[in-house]
């Protein structure tokens, strides 16, 4: 009982904190979103043709819809623990009797909040453009929600590990974004020479974009069990590294 | 009459070899050590305990251990070795049952100034794991006791600083603890308000909650608390009732201005006379000697006194020789 409120409290404080933001934390990516559409998909994508038997407007839309998910789960996360921690309320979270698993399924639920609010709203966006028939209604859930929690949880080990502002820009910009415009958004792997098409299995974003867009369009250029493991996984991981970082106090305790 | 479970007497079972009442104290730190990363250490193994109810200071010059030994107790600082109990609980063991106990108010604001200030002891209130409709009901009780009501939807940045100071105080008040820590609560706040705070300290205290407090102004220690640990170095030097450290004061020094000038210090037999200016003299009036002897004398002499005032607090003389100021 007493856990479900302390869990609500900080969800509910953290989906507050983006919605009084709302211009900085919806807006942009609806503008961002709208253009990617009109330029990449309407205006290029009539020269570049089908691929895989889809229109290029439709290729990208499963995309686009999950980077603006990772960036948006991933940044809302990072921003408001790192901002906990600087301000100092980190304290008031360390000295009542919150189990840290709350305290990080808190912070993650308000970044999937953000994530999932996001990702629907460039939904909506495509739409204007495209009309989308889902082909696996499950899966395209499944894959939209676990990416969310995935990069919520990155966001906050980068947060806790991160001592100063440029600490929590150097992974999304340096790191993910490349990943993720690499990560078969705009393209299909099987578009690149040999070489380039073995390393890129090496990002997990492809594994995430290409079984989004199996579940949307029925596409993909991975199999579905392996990316689906992959998810899994990399959630479990991310889930035992930050409560054994939480339990430790790093970065959060001196 | 005794306890019986199972044909054992209660009383005859003895599981942990502790002091009597060792579980009936506010708090019990034994053997308490912290050394941080990068080597210093500081605490030195301390031992304090603070009964229920008491109104206690814990003084000590900068960088004396005060903070580390709160941070510890309040499970913001991790420690090196040795125990705290509060009210029984271990803070390691029983991390949870400790943290239900104590309300702390830190030295620095760390609340969110995007907040306001209801919602700051709602999120509070939420993080004990009380209820909405009853976080309500607790948040008016802490804020009008802290007079703060009028201020409830004003985002925290906008406050003053005293009224900063109160919301964390009313904040650490939510959950009811029964021990509340006061790192240096009234820390740049103005004469005025800082004595309205003192009163408000005075009134949590008579409702039954222990407090701890630390603070560099001595006349508030002095003022409020019963009982007093001096920490210096990462060591207790000092701990025992107010009123016992204060009788060890052998000569209280006092100031006294003067109606006319003097050419040179007068000479009281038994006082110890220094005159600072033609107009003002420091008088060191021995605890066993009372101020008839010395005005009398001063009386017989033609000296008139105009007013007069301690050269120092009280505390402040002995603290300063305890840490060596």
């Not at chain 1, 054994?244 to 959060?252: A, F, N, S, V």
Request: net charge neutral.
């Amino acid at each position: 009982m007493g856990y479900r409120i302390a869990l609500l409290t900080i969800m509910s404080k953290e989906v507050r904190r983006f919605m009084r933001i709302w211009p900085q934390t919806m807006l942009p990516p609806a503008i961002t979103t709208a253009l990617y559409f009109l330029i990449f998909g309407t205006l290029m994508g009539q020269r570049i043709g089908d691929i895989s038997g889809a229109s290029y407007m439709d290729y990208i839309v499963p995309g686009i819809i999950l980077m603006s998910v990772i960036s948006h789960s991933y940044a809302n996360v990072v921003s408001s623990f790192y901002s906990t921690k600087f301000q100092r309320h980190i304290e008031e979270l360390l000295v009542s009797p919150v189990p840290n698993w709350v305290i990080l399924a808190g912070y993650v639920g308000g970044g999937v909040c953000r994530g999932l609010l996001v990702g629907s709203v460039v939904i909506g966006i495509s739409l204007l453009f495209t009309s989308i028939s889902v082909s696996h209604w499950g899966l395209s859930c499944l894959i939209f929600f676990l990416t969310a929690v995935l990069f919520a949880l990155a966001g906050f080990i980068n947060a806790v590990f991160a001592d100063s502002f440029d600490d929590i820009s150097i992974i999304p910009n340096f790191i993910l974004t490349p990943l993720t415009y690499l990560g078969g958004v705009f393209y299909s792997v099987e578009m690149l020479p040999e070489l380039w098409q073995n390393i890129s299995l090496a990002n997990p974003i492809l594994y995430i974009v290409n079984s989004f867009r199996y579940g949307l369009i029925g596409v993909t250029d991975v199999d579905i069990t392996l990316a689906l493991t992959m998810i899994v996984g990399f959630i479990v991981t991310l889930i035992s590294l930050s409560l054994y970082l939480l339990d430790k106090g790093i970065g959060i305790k001196q | 009459m005794k306890s019986e479970f199972i044909g054992l007497s209660v009383e005859s079972i003895n599981f942990f070899p502790v002091p009597p009442g060792f579980f009936m104290k506010a708090l019990a730190i034994r053997n308490l050590s912290k050394t941080y990363g990068n080597g210093f250490t500081a605490l030195h193994g301390i031992d304090l305990d603070v009964e229920d109810g008491d109104f206690f200071a814990l003084l000590g010059p900068n960088g004396a251990g005060k903070s580390t030994a709160i941070g510890i107790i309040c499970s913001l600082v991790n420690l090196s070795g040795g125990s705290v109990r509060v009210f029984g609980y271990d803070l390691v063991r029983q991390t949870e049952q400790v943290k239900q106990c104590i309300g702390m108010v830190p030295q620095e604001i760390n609340f969110n100034q995007f907040e306001t200030v209801q919602n700051i002891i709602l999120n509070q209130a939420g993080y004990y794991g009380i209820a909405y409709q009853e976080a309500l009901v607790r948040a008016e009780k802490c804020l009008k006791q802290m007079h703060l009501w009028d201020h409830r939807h004003t985002v925290s940045r906008r406050l003053s600083g005293g009224m900063k100071r109160r919301v964390m105080i009313a904040r650490a008040l939510v959950h009811d603890p029964r021990l509340l820590i006061l790192d240096e609560p009234t820390a740049g706040v103005d004469i005025e308000i800082r004595r309205s705070m003192w009163q408000l300290m005075r009134e949590v205290n008579a409702g039954g909650t222990t407090i701890i407090l630390t603070t560099h102004y001595l006349e508030e220690a002095e003022s409020l608390c019963r009982n007093i640990a001096i920490i210096d170095k990462g060591t207790i030097i000092k701990h025992s009732k107010m009123s016992d450290l204060l009788a060890q004061i052998k000569v209280n020094h006092f100031i006294l201005d003067l109606a006319d000038r003097l050419a040179k210090p007068p000479v009281v037999e038994g006082y110890d006379v220094v005159q600072l200016d033609s107009q003002t003299l420091q008088v060191g009036i021995p605890g066993e000697k009372g101020f008839n002897q010395l005005f009398s004398e001063l009386t017989r002499q033609g000296i008139s006194v105009t007013s007069m005032k301690n050269k120092s607090n009280r505390l402040e003389s002995l603290f300063l020789d305890l840490v060596g100021g």
